[in-house]
């Protein structure tokens, strides 16, 4: 399999598909494209109709959409438990992952993904609707673990498709210096500890390139 994804340092969505294969030892090769070049936009639409990151090649099929390709991922490797093994839980991590890939717009823009920055609050006070966001995010976090998190530090307990779209979220709540709850402390330590995040952060933190718009956030 082959994933292009866009730079590490500042990709979101790249991180998603990424993070699961990695955690999960799916083996792949990957192509990181470079955002904002003059032939950023040609390389993306080679791989994926919509111009965008991530894409995942596997012979002749082509996935784009981060969910997309995790529900490919998942049914490629159904002996790997991607989604929750229980229907319940499987359920709600789908209905999370898909709240997660369709909103938290305003937390998004102003406290955009940014694997190289040292922790700092935002340049500008965050608005009411990305504090509802992370309120929101700090409450589905605390549901799941209570719920379904007895068998380990992430979601469902183990760390599934849930995390990898919700693993953003913790570069983001990280970076600004979000005040989060013990029960979002404790998630995000887990998610920072796993070897798939410490990879990708070292690439992320390596890469020469520099979008200005989102290192003055
Ligand atoms: N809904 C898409 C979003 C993908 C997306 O917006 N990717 C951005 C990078 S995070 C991208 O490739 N942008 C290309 C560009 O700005 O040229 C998904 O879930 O994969």
Redesign the pocket.
């Known amino acids: 399999m082959h994933l292009t994804i866009?730079n590490k340092a500042?990709?979101?969505?790249?991180l998603?598909p990424w993070i699961l294969m990695r955690h999960f030892a799916i083996p792949f090769d990957e192509t990181v494209v470079p955002?904002?070049q003059s032939d950023?936009?040609a390389r993306?639409l080679a791989v994926s109709p919509?111009?965008?990151?991530?894409a995942l090649q596997d012979g002749d099929i082509h996935v784009?959409?981060?969910?997309a390709?995790i529900e490919y991922l998942a049914e490629s490797f159904p002996h790997l438990a991607i989604w929750p093994r229980v229907k319940a839980a499987r359920a709600h991590a789908r209905a999370i992952s898909s709240e997660m890939?369709a909103g938290f717009m305003a937390m998004r823009q102003e406290c955009s993904t940014n694997f190289r920055r040292a922790p700092r609050p935002p340049r500008k006070e965050l608005s009411a609707d990305a504090r509802a966001n992370i309120a929101r995010i700090e409450a589905l976090i605390a549901d799941c673990r209570q719920r379904f998190g007895a068998n380990g530090a992430f979601l469902f307990g183990e760390f599934c498709a849930a995390d990898a779209m919700y693993a953003p979220v913790v570069n983001r709540l990280y970076a600004y210096d979000i005040r989060v709850n013990p029960t979002t402390k404790a998630y995000m330590d887990a998610m920072r500890a796993l070897p798939a995040w410490q990879a990708w952060h070292k690439d992320g933190a390596a890469e020469p390139w520099v979008i200005e718009e989102y290192e003055d956030l």
């Open positions: 866009v500042y990709s979101s969505w790249s998603r955002l904002r950023t936009s993306l919509t111009g965008k990151a991530p784009w959409e981060s969910l390709i890939h």
